[in-house]
Nanobody, 127 residues
Framework: QVQLVESGGGLVQAGGSLRLSCAAS????????MGWFRQAPGKEREFVATISWSGGSTYYADSVKGRFTISRDYGKNTVYLQMNSLKPEDTAVYYCAAKRASSSTMIATVSYDYDYWGQGTQVTVSS
């Protein structure tokens, strides 16, 4: 089992920045690829970013590319999502997810590929 706890959400003005954190506990953190997803009211959950077990592979949704950065700290068992130049359309509940990885470079962009999920953290961007 892996437990994931997100933090760092809040209210920010358009153009501002936030850094989300996802603290993992339980099984070996380094054996998992990690991802961030988001869900806005009335919309389906959508992929935001993913990072491989090794940290060497990352992938972003087109809507956040160049503005968001995913990273991981093995010593702290934590994954981060640095969000810059925030837009009102970034408003959503953001979820962290973990996927058992069969290789150090594996990443995943589909929600049903992930094995564990956090409870989510709200991000609201005002115009």
């Amino acid at each position: 089992q892996v437990q994931l706890v997100e933090s760092g959400g809040g209210l920010v003005q358009a153009g501002g920045s936030l850094r989300l954190s996802c603290a993992a506990s339980g099984r070996t953190f380094s054996s998992y690829a990690m991802g961030w997803f988001r869900q806005a009211p009335g919309k389906e959950r959508e992929f935001v970013a993913t990072i491989s077990w090794s940290g060497g592979s990352t992938y972003y949704a087109d809507s956040v590319k160049g503005r968001f950065t995913i990273s991981r700290d093995y010593g702290k068992n934590t994954v981060y999502l640095q969000m810059n130049s925030l837009k009102p359309e970034d408003t959503a509940v953001y979820y962290c997810a973990a996927k058992r990885a069969s290789s150090s470079t594996m990443i995943a962009t589909v929600s049903y590929d992930y094995d564990y999920w956090g409870q989510g953290t709200q991000v609201t961007v005002s115009s």
